[in-house]
């Protein structure tokens, strides 16, 4: 579990957010909302990305896997090269390419850079990336912020179940915008609003 006391975040003065408590489960919650209102600078602020003005955070051991908004691929790296990047054994490189191959990338698209690949595409790289990150690293923490960004429905449920496999055990903070992608994680969701009025447990 992960828990959140006081946590307090405000820019130039003006208070942006300021949460009492919040318990998090292992497992996925979706954290939904207006654009603007906090919600990724809340998951930044967990994984220890970004500090809060106040309050206290329980619950992150090891390294946490992050999956951005932005696809975030090295211009320089095939695809497959921006996942073997963050790998350290055989092991995970050969997860990288069954994943990849899962997400009908063929051996041309894996050769590919990121300028030759469509946006939907280079998303589904990020993702492989962030779950082979998490293969080696045993952190107790994830977060993917608009995780699905570019995809087509049949993508995103396969990319769901990669997800659902393999961040299994962790604490993960799904934030979204897209009440279809909160089921397709078991449809434990949280308006962000609610999280400032009154102590909220998940």
């Known amino acids: 579990m ?3 006391e006081n946590v307090r975040k405000s820019f130039s003065k003006k ?9 998090l489960d292992s497992g996925f919650t979706c954290l939904t909302g207006a654009s603007g209102c906090g919600k990724t600078t809340l998951g930044r602020i967990i994984c220890g990305l970004e500090k809060a003005d106040s309050g206290k955070i329980h619950g992150i051991d090891g390294a946490s896997v992050v999956l951005f908004q932005e696809s975030r691929l090295l211009p320089s ?3 497959y090269a921006n996942i073997t990047a963050v790998c350290r054994t055989d092991e995970a490189k050969r997860l990288g390419r069954e994943l990849l191959t899962r997400l009908l990338f063929t051996d041309e698209d894996m050769n590919k850079r990121p300028h030759e690949l469509s946006g939907g ?6 993702i492989v ?3 082979v990150f ?3 690293n045993k952190g107790s923490f994830a977060l993917l912020d608009e995780p699905f960004t570019g995809l087509d429905p049949d993508t995103r449920r396969i990319a769901a179940d990669i997800l659902k496999e393999r961040l299994d055990g962790r604490t993960v ?5 897209d009440d279809e992608e909160c089921e397709l994680f078991g449809g434990n969701a949280v308006e962000f609003s ?3 009025a009154s102590n909220t447990e998940i």
């Open 129 to 131: 990336r962030a779950v």
């Open 121 to 126: 595409m280079e998303r589904r790289v990020a």
């Open 134 to 136: 998490a293969f080696e």
């Open 194 to 196: 609610s999280l400032l």
């Open 77 to 79: 790296l095939t695809a």
């Open 15 to 23: 208070l942006l957010f300021e949460i009492p408590l919040l318990s």
């Open 2 to 4: 992960v828990q959140l």
């Open 173 to 177: 903070l799904v934030i979204t915008h």
